[in-house]
């Protein structure tokens, strides 16, 4: 059986996203990574709302970036997103972004969880409260 690649979306580096020494701000790495998480996110849901509807919301905890190549305006970047779940309360995300010849060009990881818009508290069992509210885990994930 083929492993599932993880979802990917492509951005195009804007002329305004440029630092002063002509590369890509250190601050829209991140950007890049949310609007992945995002993308994937609204895929998965499959347009329906049902984390909305079990009061749920995805909340980023940390994120944590390592550089590798820089971007500079006119590249056009692959951005990945995949979520790995464990135990407990939170979850990890996976960002890569690679210029389209395949070079790594940064590595986001981030710990998140789903929490309860009432209660202002993380949730336990995200995967599962995924799956509870039509969440397809088969876009977020590769594993099975």
Not at 52 to 73: G, W
Not at 120 to 141: C, H, N, Q, W
């Amino acid at each position: 059986m083929a492993k599932r690649e993880p979802f990917h979306v492509q951005i195009k580096v804007r002329h305004y996203e440029l630092d002063s020494l002509g590369h890509l701000n250190h601050a829209v790495y991140h950007s890049y990574g949310e609007v992945a998480r995002l993308e994937a996110m609204e895929k998965a849901s499959g347009g329906r709302d049902g984390l909305r509807a079990e009061n749920l919301a995805p909340v980023l905890l940390e994120s944590h970036i390592v550089f590798r190549r820089e971007l500079r305006q006119g590249d056009v970047v692959e951005v990945t997103c995949e979520m790995k779940f464990g135990e407990g309360k939170t979850f990890h995300i996976a960002n890569n972004i690679y210029k389209l010849d395949g070079t790594p060009s940064a590595e986001i990881t981030c710990t998140a969880g789903l929490m309860d818009l009432e209660r202002r508290r993380l949730v336990e069992d995200p995967r599962g409260r995924f799956e509870r509210a039509g969440i397809d885990l088969k876009v977020l994930t590769t594993a099975d």
